[in-house]
Structures are given as structure tokens and as C-alpha cells.
């Protein structure tokens, strides 16, 4: 190449001052353009349509990620880095910035393309492993890219003022109490990363509710430094992953794997309408077959109590009597029994409380058979 440069540039301008330096990178800067355009126009598109028309899952994600066109801005630079020690008169400061540039620029692009990398990595986790809501990586690839960018910071700056990258990390151990200071709510993140994944405290899709933060709703996004809420009325709340940990939050999800929604609700009974059943009304009672059989139940019962007094020669004021209220309560159980609504597995009655200025409270405790929130 520098015969060519010689023959059809130098020589025939060697009459006017710095043409043929300025030929010759005119040259230089139309190879890096050549060379880019058929890395980016060919080698791209040609590689795009072997991702698609491949199974791989891979390649698919790469290529939404951009990671080789992050790549081929390496091509030109290298061009530049590697050419310009060819073109004739070019000053030593001219050649000393376009290296710096160079190798700066290359640095940079590596460092992008790594990182778009780990996003497509985290894209391929999230879409085929079963354990990407249960633990999350987006958090932990989010430090890597911050250890990537750190380096890459280093090598930018050691190329643009031509010093070596030893030169500054040892000066890095005096900037260390400035570097805790500038990445505090960053290893305070790592560390509530940590501690919510190691112990399964938070999940993509979990529902939770936080009142200091005024945050009630489902987790859409867990990442290295914030978590992000989708509230019931559709806004998104951003909390510090850190809060998570320093701060109490109540997690729904441990209701929703054990199957079953709380139903803890009272009615209120006027006390002055409890009274006993006499004869008759028990009989009507037994039109509902819900009950037929602790009325049945009921009745040997109270009849063998009665008769035991009776027979003690005790007084019939201490004898036992139905009541309405025990009655109603005991329609409750069985219609709660018999519901197919109503989870039969799990904690169920229904109970009387203590009485209140508005009534007596009669309560149901139970357990819904579905979790979802409309039904």
C-alpha cells in the first residue's frame, strides 16, 4: 500500500506542500467509510438473515440487541489506528490525537456491545428459564455493566491523555472513600439484591403492598437499583431496591400459592330478636334441607340433656332450648359447607363476637376456592 500511496499520490504532488498528507487521509478516511458501509450494509444483513431463518434463540436476541453493530463500529477505528501510520508528513501530534481517538473509540464500542450482550442474555433468561420470576438476573448483569463502564472509563481516559491504565488504577486506592460516597445506593442495591433473591422475599409478578411508600399493586420489574409497581389504579411506583430490605412490605403471594382468599366478614344481628324456637317453628325449619340434619341432631340432644334433668328431679328452667340465633348459625356453617366457592380444605365456621352498640356481630371465616380478585 505505501508503493501505491507513492506512485499515485506523493510523487505527483510532491510540488505542492502537505497535498499529498492530506490525499492521503482523504484515503484513509474513504477506506474506514468503504470499510464500514460493507460491514454495515453487507456483513450485517447477510448475518440478520441467517439469525432469523436459524431455530437458535441466541442469535435472534443478539441481533435485537444490536450487539455486532455495536461491534462493527470497531472496523473503522481499527482502519484509522492501523492506517495512519502510513500516510507520509502527518505531524506527531496529529498522529499521537488520531491513535488516542482511536483506541478510545474502540473501547467505547467493546464496552457497549457487552453490554447490549448481557441484555440479550437477561432477555433469553427471562423468555425460556421457569425461574427467571423467582430469580431475576437483571440486577446482577446491571453491576456488571457498571464494572464494564468503570473499565472502560479507565481505558478511554488512559488513550485520550496517553498514559498507561496501571498509572490510574493505583491512584484509584486514594479515591476510594469518594468512590463509596458516589456508589453508596449502589452496593446498598447489591446488597438488597442479594438478600431479596437469596431469600425469595420478591418475585416478577407478585403482589405487595408497601404504605410507607403508598405503593399497593403488582411487581413488573425488579432491576439492581430500583423496583417498579404497577398500582391498581394503573400508575407505576418506583421504590429503591434497598427499601425492600430497610423498610416492612406486605407480600400477597404466599396467599395466592396456598389457594385460597380470606373471607372475614360479620353480620350484625339485632340482639333484641334472639329468642327460642318453640315446637312449631322447628318444624317449618326443616323445609330447608341444609339443615335437616342438625335439626335432627339438635333434637336427640337437647331431648337426652332434658331428660337426664327430668330424671335428677331438677328444676325445667335448667333445661335446654334451640334458639333462633344457634339456628341461623348453624344455616351459615352448612351453606358455607355445601358452597362450591368456598375452599372445604381450609379453615371454616362461623362464629358469634362479643356483642356491640350495633348489634351482635355473627362472623364467617373462610376461604375462597379462587385466588383471582374479580370472582
Not at 130 to 150: D, E, N, S, V
Not at 190 to 218: C, F, H, K, T, Y
Request: proline share 4%; glycine share 6%; charged share 20%.
Amino acid at each position: 500500500m505505501q508503493e501505491i500511496i507513492d506512485a499515485h499520490l506523493v510523487q505527483p504532488l510532491a510540488g505542492i506542500p502537505h497535498a499529498s498528507t492530506l490525499v492521503a487521509l482523504l484515503v484513509l478516511a474513504l477506506i474506514a467509510w468503504l470499510a464500514n458501509w460493507l460491514t454495515r450494509r453487507v456483513l450485517l444483513v447477510v448475518v440478520g438473515r441467517l439469525a432469523k431463518a436459524s431455530p437458535s434463540k441466541w442469535d435472534d436476541a443478539m441481533m435485537g440487541r444490536r450487539v455486532l453493530a455495536r461491534l462493527a463500529n470497531v472496523v473503522p477505528a481499527l482502519i484509522v489506528l492501523g492506517g495512519i501510520v502510513l500516510v507520509p508528513g502527518v505531524p506527531a501530534w496529529l498522529d499521537t490525537v488520531v491513535r488516542s481517538i482511536a483506541r478510545a473509540y474502540i473501547a467505547l464500542s467493546v464496552a457497549l456491545a457487552i453490554a447490549n450482550l448481557l441484555d440479550a442474555l437477561n432477555d433469553i433468561y427471562e423468555k425460556s428459564s421457569r425461574h427467571a420470576t423467582r430469580r431475576p438476573i437483571k440486577g446482577y448483569l446491571q453491576l456488571l455493566k457498571i464494572g464494564i463502564y468503570i473499565i472502560a472509563g479507565v481505558l478511554i481516559i488512559a488513550a485520550l491523555i496517553g498514559k498507561s491504565p496501571l498509572v490510574l488504577l493505583t491512584g484509584f486506592g486514594a479515591m476510594t472513600a469518594v468512590l463509596m460516597l458516589v456508589f453508596k445506593d449502589t452496593l446498598l442495591s447489591l446488597v438488597a439484591s442479594l438478600q431479596l433473591s437469596s431469600n425469595d422475599m420478591l418475585r416478577v409478578g407478585d403482589w405487595i403492598e408497601m404504605p410507607s411508600q403508598n405503593v399497593d399493586g403488582d411487581v413488573i420489574d425488579i432491576s439492581l437499583h430500583t423496583i417498579k409497581v404497577q398500582n391498581w389504579d394503573k400508575t407505576i411506583s418506583t421504590i429503591p431496591t434497598w427499601k425492600l430490605i430497610s423498610e416492612s412490605f406486605r407480600n400477597w403471594r404466599g396467599m395466592q400459592e396456598f389457594g385460597g382468599r380470606r373471607i372475614k366478614r360479620a353480620l350484625l344481628i339485632d340482639q333484641n330478636s334472639v329468642r327460642f324456637l318453640d315446637l312449631h317453628e322447628r318444624q317449618r325449619l326443616r323445609r330447608i334441607a341444609l339443615i335437616d340434619d342438625y335439626l335432627d341432631k339438635q333434637q336427640v340432644e337437647l331431648a337426652e340433656y332434658n331428660a337426664k334433668l327430668e330424671a335428677a328431679g331438677k328444676d325445667p328452667v335448667n333445661s335446654r332450648r334451640a334458639t333462633n340465633l344457634g339456628t341461623f348459625r348453624a344455616y351459615m356453617t352448612a351453606y358455607l359447607r355445601s358452597h362450591p366457592g368456598v375452599a372445604q380444605d381450609m379453615t371454616l365456621m362461623v362464629r358469634q363476637l362479643e356483642p356491640t352498640p350495633t348489634g351482635l356481630p355473627l362472623q364467617v371465616y373462610c376461604f375462597s376456592a379462587n385466588v383471582s380478585w374479580v370472582p
